[in-house]
C-alpha cells in the first residue's frame, strides 16, 4: 500500500507558540489530502481537505486562521497550527487520497503527530 | 449527527475464532466504504475496502460484506490472531458526489484471546 509519512510524531510548545506539521506522500502523488483530529477515545474528526494548489476546505467549526493548511506540492501538505493552546493538544492525524487505480478513493494515514500544549 | 455508526465499542473473540464487527450507516449517497485497523498512538492502517456495486470482498483473512439495503457492513477476520487487538474503524465515502473525505465510526475495539 502507500506510505504517507507525518513530522514531527511529537512535539511539546508553549502556549502562544505555532506549530507546523508535515504531512507527505512518499511514494504516489496526492492531489488531495486531509487533516484529522483525534481526542482520547473518539473516532477521528476530520478538520480539513487540503487540494494542491488552491485553498483548504475547512468543516465547520474548525477556524481556518488558527489551523493553515498549505498544499504547496503533490507530495507534501502542511498544517500550522498558531498561537497553539492548551486546548488545542491533540492527535493530529493526516491523510492522502492515493488516486491509483482501482482504489483511488482509498485514503492512507500517516502515523500521527501528538501535540501537547503547556 | 453520526453518519457512520458503530454500536459495539467492544468485542472480545478466542484465537482461532472468527472476529465479526459491525457498522451501520445512514447516508444513502455512500458508496465507498473501508475498514482500518488502528494502534494507539498511530495512524489508521488501511485494511480492505468495498464499493456499493459489490456486497463481499475478501483478502486473506478479512472479508467485507455489504448490504445496502440495510445500510450495514461488516468485517469478518478469520481465523483472529492475538495481532489483531486493535481499534477497527469502518468509515464510508460519497464518492458521486466528489467530497471525496471520509466518515468514521466510533471504533470497535478487538481483543483477540490466546
Known amino acids: 500500500g502507500a506510505v504517507v509519512s507525518q513530522h514531527p510524531s511529537w512535539v511539546i510548545c508553549k502556549s502562544g507558540t505555532s506549530v507546523k506539521i508535515e504531512c507527505r506522500s512518499l511514494?504516489?502523488?496526492?492531489?488531495?489530502m486531509f487533516w484529522y483530529r483525534q481526542f482520547p477515545k473518539q473516532s477521528l474528526m476530520l478538520m480539513a481537505t487540503?487540494?494542491?494548489?488552491?485553498?483548504?476546505?475547512?468543516e465547520q467549526g474548525v477556524e481556518k486562521d488558527k489551523f493553515l493548511i498549505n498544499h504547496a506540492s503533490l507530495t507534501l501538505s502542511t498544517l500550522t497550527v498558531t498561537s497553539a493552546h492548551p486546548e488545542d493538544s491533540s492527535f493530529y492525524i493526516c491523510?492522502?487520497?492515493?488516486?491509483?487505480?482501482?482504489?483511488?478513493?482509498?485514503?492512507?494515514f500517516g502515523p500521527g503527530t501528538r501535540l501537547t500544549v503547556l | 449527527d453520526q453518519q457512520v455508526k458503530q454500536n459495539s465499542p467492544s468485542l472480545s473473540v478466542q484465537e482461532g475464532r472468527i472476529s465479526i464487527l459491525n457498522c451501520d450507516y445512514t447516508?444513502?449517497?455512500?458508496?465507498?466504504f473501508l475498514w482500518y485497523k488502528k494502534y494507539p498512538a498511530e495512524g489508521p492502517t488501511f485494511l480492505i475496502s468495498?464499493?456499493?456495486?459489490?456486497d463481499k470482498n475478501e483478502d486473506g483473512r478479512f472479508t467485507v460484506f455489504l448490504n445496502k439495503s440495510a445500510k450495514h457492513l461488516s468485517l469478518h477476520i478469520v481465523p483472529s490472531q492475538p495481532g489483531d487487538s486493535a481499534v477497527y474503524f469502518c468509515?464510508?465515502?460519497?464518492?458521486?458526489?466528489?467530497?471525496?473525505?471520509?466518515?468514521f465510526g466510533t471504533g470497535t475495539r478487538l481483543t483477540v484471546i490466546p
Open positions: 491523510s492522502a487520497r492515493s488516486g491509483l487505480a482501482g482504489e483511488g478513493d482509498t485514503q492512507y
Open positions: 511514494d504516489f502523488q496526492a492531489t488531495t
Open positions: 487540503s487540494n494542491e494548489g488552491s485553498k483548504a476546505t475547512y
Open positions: 447516508n444513502s449517497m455512500f458508496d465507498y
Open positions: 468495498i464499493s456499493s456495486i459489490k
Open positions: 468509515a464510508a465515502s460519497a464518492t458521486k458526489t466528489g467530497a471525496n473525505n471520509l466518515f
